[in-house]
Structure formats: C-alpha cells, structure tokens
C-alpha cells in the first residue's frame, strides 16, 4: 500500500514539477528576451553616438565581452568587428537588421549566427554618415536557462520525492490502521469511513450466511440420526431376539419381514438425502433434454401400481403427450413422490387421479386424492426437510420427510410453480405448473 501510494504521490509530484517549470521557463524566457532586447537598443544607441564622435578610433582599445559589435559602411562592406577579422568578412548589406537600420534609421533581428556559432540578437543603428553600427549578443536559450538552473530544479525535484515519500507513509498509516482496527466478528458496527461500507456488509451477509449453513447442518445431521435411529432399532432388536433362539419358528418370517423393512426404510432415507444433496448444489451432473412429462408419469404410476393396489387404491392416469425441455430423472422424482404420498396417506378403497396437461405456454401436472387431507396449520410446513405430519407418525406410516423438499427443489430446477389445495376428510390437490420457456 505504501509503496503504491508512493508511486501516485511521485507521479503527481513531478506531473505538478513539470508543468511548473515549463510555465515558469516561459514567463521568465519572455521575460528576459525583453530586458536583453531593450538593454541592447540602449547600448547600440549609446555605442553609435560614440562612433559618431571619434569614427574608428572609438573601437581603439576597446575591450567588448559578451557582446559583438561591428561597423558597416552604406555598402555593406565591413569596417570594424570585434569577433573577426573585417576584412575577411563578407558583405553584410543582406542582413535583415542592417537592411532594416539603413531603411529606417533602426534595425533588429535573430538568428543563428555562423561566425559565432550561437543564436544571436542583433540590433543595428544608422548614423548619421550613411554607416551603420550594430551590436549583436548571444540570446539565451530555455536549455540555456535550464541548465543554468539545474541544481535549484535537481534540489526542488529531491524535496518533491521526499515529501511524496513522506506523505505516503503517513496516508498508508492513516488508510490501514482504521482497517486493521476493525471487529470484524460484528461487521455493522464498525464506523470506518463510508467506501468500506459495502464490504462490511457483504462480510456481515456472508458471516450470516455461514451461521444460518452451519445451524442447517446441524440440524439435518440430527434429523438423519434420529430418521435412522428408529429402523436400526427395530433391526437390531428383532435380529437379537431371533439370534438368542428366543422366537418360535413361526415368529422368524414375519420378524425378518420387519428387519427387512427396516433396512428398506434405511434405504430410501439414503436415497433421498442422496437425491436432495444433488438439488442442493444445482443438479449440475444432471442434463436438461427434450423430453415428456406424460411419459414420466406413466413410468411412476406404473412402478407404484404394486403398492397401491396393496393398499387398495385405484390409481389413474389422464392426459397426453406433454413434450417439454427438462431433467427426466427430476421429472419423474416430482410425480413419484407426489403420487406416492398420495396412495400412502390415502384408504382403501381410495383414488389417486394423475393428469398431465399441455397448455400453450404451461405444462400442468395435477395429483389429487380423496385422503385424509393434510391440516391448514400443517400446510406451510410440509415442503421443509424432515417434516412429518403428526398423524404420519401415530398411524406408523414409512416415510422420511424429505418426499415433498425433493419435490420442491425439483421443481425450482425447472421454474416451476407447485399450489396446494387440502382440506381435512377431503382430500389433498397438488399441482406443479412448468412454464414452457427455453430452460424449462
Ligand atoms: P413423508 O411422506 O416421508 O412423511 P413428505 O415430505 O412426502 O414426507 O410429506 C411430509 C408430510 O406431509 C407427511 O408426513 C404428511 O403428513 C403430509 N402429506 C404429504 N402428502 C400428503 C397427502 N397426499 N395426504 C395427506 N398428508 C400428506
């Protein structure tokens, strides 16, 4: 964090540097070019009333530095110069400043200069015999300045690093120490500053989440104990009793019959608990695929037709072909169950009626029977995990109530819509309406 910060504070730092020198660099450029330039005109003036007095022995002696200053008569041949040797030099009628003095009594100009190898200023001034004087000095460039500069600007970018460094340090300090101050057993109450506020919350919904999970857990593992406990006794008990030769010969095949139920009663928990943990993580091993619900339903009515006509319910199937996008396996779970509870709950003598119907945009399926109905205050409850109805329990029904959750989480895998109508002594209606969409 700290060194981040460090490298943002840096980059500002010499953005602002930089932009301050080039603007600084412009003014001052401006600046001086203007002083250089009327410090110039001055002394050209100053020199060609000099020449004016004493003609050539005005340069007798003269020291120049910094300064060029040459003479030029009204051809432009070149009388004096302090930087070569005049009569080598060529003609300087050309030269835009002396063009400019010998029109109009005063000239200026810049350019580079071949003699001196520099940018010059140069400014020129007629006198009054028709000859022309003129002093030329080397103009300072912004490199020129810059480097006269340097050390102060090296200096200033050392303080500019230092301070960056400085400032990161103490804002990385200033971010993290609130950060690592936080309780975050109880995200909410923490009062750091409003941009990590989403984040509390997020860990608070996620800490809720973890608890809620974990009581569930805890919760099925009881309720899986507890199913398994009441069969294990009944094995174990009567598997004793035939192993202490303790039962008549006659006892022994309707006692196996209650072990071999029990086990059976082991089985299907299992395999329910194995089915609705699939549901729980989304059924991804599972494909949806073109398929019918009509067919689904004859292959679960015709596996439970056994046990129905056993406990003497007439079981019947209406409908027709009813060709939708789903998983056959969940399809099938969905009326078996349905239609299982129904021949369970239901007396002898009773009817569950089956019915697959295809609508324009639905696929409707509809179990009903005549049983005992389930009770108003049951009804929000018989979708939830291991809920059983009481009478379930006194009548010794089989059952491990989770028939109805794998129903509901079949259901929400295909978007589909389950009602309940029941009424004590009347009976009970499910349906399960299946929206004809692409997933479903
Ligand atoms: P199980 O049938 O194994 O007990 P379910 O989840 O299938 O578990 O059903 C939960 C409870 O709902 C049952 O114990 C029963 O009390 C009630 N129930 C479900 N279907 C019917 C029905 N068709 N008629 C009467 N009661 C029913």
């Given at each position: 964090m700290?060194r981040?910060?460090?490298?943002?504070?840096?980059?500002v730092?010499?953005?602002?540097?930089?932009?301050s020198?080039?603007l600084?660099?412009?003014?001052l450029y401006?600046?001086?070019s203007?002083?250089?330039?009327?410090?110039?005109?001055?002394?050209?003036q100053l020199?060609a009333?000099?020449?004016?007095?004493?003609g050539?022995?005005?340069f007798d002696?003269?020291?120049?530095?910094?300064c060029?200053?040459?003479?030029?008569?009204?051809s432009g041949?070149v009388?004096?110069d302090?930087?070569?040797d005049a009569?080598?030099m060529e003609?300087?009628l050309?030269r835009e400043e002396?063009?400019?003095?010998?029109a109009?009594?005063y000239?200026?100009?810049?350019r580079?200069?071949?003699?001196?190898?520099?940018?010059?200023?140069?400014?020129?001034?007629?006198?009054?015999?028709?000859?022309?004087?003129r002093?030329?000095?080397a103009?300072?460039?912004?490199?020129?300045m810059l480097?006269?500069m340097g050390?102060?600007?090296?200096?200033v970018?050392?303080i500019a690093?230092?301070?960056?460094?400085v400032?990161?340090?103490?804002a990385?300090?200033r971010?993290?120490e609130?950060i690592n101050?936080l309780d975050?057993?109880e995200?909410?109450?923490n009062?750091g500053?409003?941009?990590?506020a989403?984040?509390?919350?997020r860990?608070?919904?996620?800490?809720?989440?973890l608890?809620?999970?974990t009581?569930?857990?805890?919760e099925?593992?009881?309720?899986?104990?507890h199913?398994l406990?009441?069969p294990?006794?009944?094995?174990?008990?009567?598997?004793?009793?035939?192993?202490n030769g303790m039962?008549?010969?006659?006892?022994?095949?309707?006692f196996?019959g209650?072990?071999?139920d029990?086990?059976q009663?082991?089985?299907k928990l299992l395999?329910?608990i194995?089915?609705?943990?699939?549901l729980?993580?989304?059924a991804?091993?599972m494909?949806?695929e073109?398929?019918?619900?009509?067919?689904?339903?004859?292959s679960?009515?015709e596996?439970?037709?056994?046990?129905?006509?056993?406990?003497?319910v007439s079981?019947r199937?209406?409908?027709?072909?009813a060709?939708?996008?789903?998983?056959?396996?969940?399809?099938?779970?969905?009326?078996?169950?349905?239609?299982e509870n129904?021949?369970?709950?239901?007396?002898a003598g009773?009817?569950v009626?089956?019915?697959v119907?295809?609508?324009?945009?639905?696929?409707?399926l509809t179990?009903?029977?005549d049983g005992?109905?389930?009770?108003?205050?049951?009804?929000e409850?018989?979708f939830e995990?291991?809920y059983?109805?009481e009478?379930?329990?006194?009548?010794?029904i089989?059952?491990t109530?989770?028939g109805?959750s794998?129903?509901?989480?079949?259901?929400?895998?295909h978007?589909a819509r389950?009602?309940?109508?029941?009424?004590?002594?009347k009976g009970t209606?499910v349906?399960v309406?299946?929206?004809?969409t692409k997933?479903?």
């Open positions: 700290t981040r910060l460090f490298r943002s504070h840096c980059a730092a010499l953005a602002v540097f930089l932009a020198v080039a600084i660099m412009g003014v401006g600046y001086f203007r002083i250089q330039q009327t410090q110039l005109r001055m002394q050209t020199a009333q000099g020449v004016e007095r004493c050539l022995d005005y002696g003269l020291t120049v530095r910094d060029r200053i040459t003479w030029i008569d009204g041949a009388l004096y302090s930087a070569a009569n080598a003609n300087h050309e002396v063009r400019r003095a010998l109009s009594g000239g200026e100009s810049r580079y200069s071949a003699t001196l190898t520099e940018r010059m200023l140069y400014a020129a001034q007629r006198l009054s015999d028709g000859t022309v004087l002093l030329a000095i103009q300072s460039t912004v490199l020129t480097l006269g050390q102060g600007l090296a200096a970018a050392f690093l230092l301070l960056s460094a400032m990161a340090r103490r990385a300090r971010i993290v609130p101050a975050l057993d995200p909410l109450k009062e500053y409003d941009e990590i989403p984040l509390l919350s860990l608070d919904s996620q800490q809720k989440q608890r809620d999970q009581q569930m857990r805890r099925f593992t009881a309720n899986v104990s199913e406990k009441t294990l006794h009944v094995i174990s008990g009567y598997a004793e009793l035939i192993q039962v008549s010969q006659e006892d022994i095949r309707p196996a209650k072990i071999y029990g086990t009663q082991m089985a395999e329910d194995t089915s609705l943990s699939r729980d993580e989304g991804t091993d494909r949806f073109r398929t019918d619900l009509y067919a689904a339903a004859a679960a009515v596996e439970l037709r056994p046990m129905a006509e056993k406990a003497g079981l199937l209406t409908g027709g072909a060709p939708m996008e789903g998983i056959p396996a969940l399809l099938r779970s969905i009326v078996f169950n349905l239609v129904g021949v369970k709950y239901g007396h009773g009817t009626q089956v019915q119907e295809l609508g324009p945009e639905q696929v409707l179990v009903r029977d005992p109905g389930i009770p108003a205050e049951q009804q409850y018989i995990r291991f059983r109805g009478k379930s329990h006194c009548k010794d089989p059952g109530g989770l109805l794998i129903v509901k989480h079949a259901a929400l895998v978007h389950i009602g309940l109508e029941s009424e004590p002594g209606t349906t309406t299946f929206p004809l997933e479903s």
